[in-house]
């Protein structure tokens, strides 16, 4: 609910937010569009990488009855390098590089496949982290949408309305009251100019009396 006062201070106030909102509410119907595309092609780069993800699973699950010989722990996730930018506004994080290592085996002993199940592994190492960064940056954007959608319809369905209906009901209270005192002016001026015509007969009654006599 929006407080004011009837007078002209207020107004001035009133004035004033409904202008800063009238000239940000653009900007963040602008921000709101840019951020509902950017969650969009979120969506669009998770999706592609579950299906990127299933398809190395699928590849996995082919050589499900050879994996009982194979040491998983030979390939190892060492690091994850990241990097933070702002996408509409928002301070997103990206993934810049994903650093596997494949500890040493012996490559005369083990199966000749090992090469082809390290290369397996890595690839959903990989796809697995960049999706679950993927699903971290849209989760992002996403609240950042709805808080800004949020904004825009406070703005343009409560607040905007609110300080316009302020607007017009201190204008016509002053408008009012400017009528009312104006009309109060005219009755006192026709009062006096009554009481001085009324004062002039009696004083030109009493000179014809003091004549007569």
């Excluded at 690839?123 to 971290?136: I, W, Y």
């Excluded at 406070?154 to 016509?172: C, H, M, N, T």
């Amino acid at each position: 609910m929006i407080r004011f006062q009837y007078n002209k201070t207020s107004l001035q106030q009133i004035e004033k937010q409904l202008k800063m909102r009238q000239r940000t509410l653009p900007i963040i119907k602008n921000k709101e569009t840019a951020l509902r595309l950017e969650v969009k092609r979120c969506r669009e780069e998770v999706a592609a990488l579950e299906a990127k993800l299933q398809q190395q699973i699928a590849g996995y699950e082919s050589m499900y009855a050879l994996w009982g010989e194979f040491d998983a722990s030979l390939v190892q996730l060492r690091d994850v390098q990241l990097d933070v930018r702002k996408i509409a506004g928002v301070r997103v994080p990206v993934l810049k590089n994903i650093e596997l290592e494949a500890r040493p085996f012996g490559i005369f002993s083990a199966p000749k496949w090992y090469f082809d199940g390290i290369n397996l592994l890595h690839g959903l190492a990989k796809t697995a982290v960049e999706r679950e960064f993927a699903v971290a940056k849209q989760d992002l954007l996403d609240h950042a949408r709805r808080k800004t959608t949020q904004k825009v319809n406070l703005f343009e369905k409560v607040q905007i309305p609110g300080f316009q209906e302020a607007v017009r009901k201190i204008k016509r209270f002053m408008e009012d009251e400017e009528n009312l005192s104006k009309s109060s002016q005219k009755i006192l001026k026709s009062l006096q100019q009554k009481r001085a015509e009324a004062e002039e007969a009696d004083m030109q009654t009493n000179d014809r009396k003091e004549a007569i006599a």
